[in-house]
């Protein structure tokens, strides 16, 4: 665990290392999905777009020393918060850094007085134990969807007794 750990609010010059830590995830995503185009081309814009809906405010930064080294948001849309994304570098990953940023968007969404969700993709089973192991125990929803691009399936998951591809 690493004790110099600060979450701050997100800064106009935390922008291009928050689209690098963007570009990041995504390239994550591509690997465990084993799908190249998830994210298009322009990979850093999703960061961008990400800022313009939920605004800076609802944005906050992992800082090791000078280093910004992940970060968290939170989606807010009625009654309900997600947390859209948490990142986490990897070179700075399982020292202590997600546990402070999810935290803070904890401590963030009971302030406004919602539910709040994440949604980690099925095949990501590291961020699901973390999430569950930080709390989020209530399974809300679950998206089922046909895939026509014949991406490269997992099987099977169990769920209500359905065998399921991940």
């Known amino acids: 665990m690493v004790q110099n750990i600060i979450i701050r609010n997100y800064q ?14 995504t390239e994550w995503h591509r690997h465990i999905y084993q799908d190249s185009t998830i994210g298009g081309e322009n990979l850093g814009e999703h960061f961008d777009n990400h800022l313009s809906k939920v605004g800076p405010s609802r944005i906050w930064v992992a800082t090791i ?3 910004v080294v992940g970060l ?19 070179a700075h990953r399982n020292q202590g850094v997600g546990t402070k940023l999810v935290e803070k968007a904890i401590f963030e969404a009971r ?9 980690p993709v099925a095949r990501n089973t590291d961020a699901i134990h973390f999430f569950y192991n930080a709390g989020f ?4 929803r679950v ?8 991406r490269k399936w997992k099987s099977h998951v169990k769920l209500q007794g359905c065998k399921l591809n991940y």
């Open 137 to 140: 125990t209530n399974l809300g």
């Open 72 to 90: 968290v948001g939170l989606d807010v849309s009625g009654c309900e918060t997600e947390i859209e994304p948490l990142i986490v570098t990897e």
């Open 12 to 25: 106009s010059s935390d922008r291009e290392t928050c689209r690098s830590l963007w570009r990041e995830l």
């Open 65 to 67: 020393g000078s280093e």
């Open 111 to 119: 302030k406004i007085g919602t539910s709040l969700n994440v949604s």
């Open 143 to 150: 998206e089922l969807f046909m895939d026509f691009l014949n």
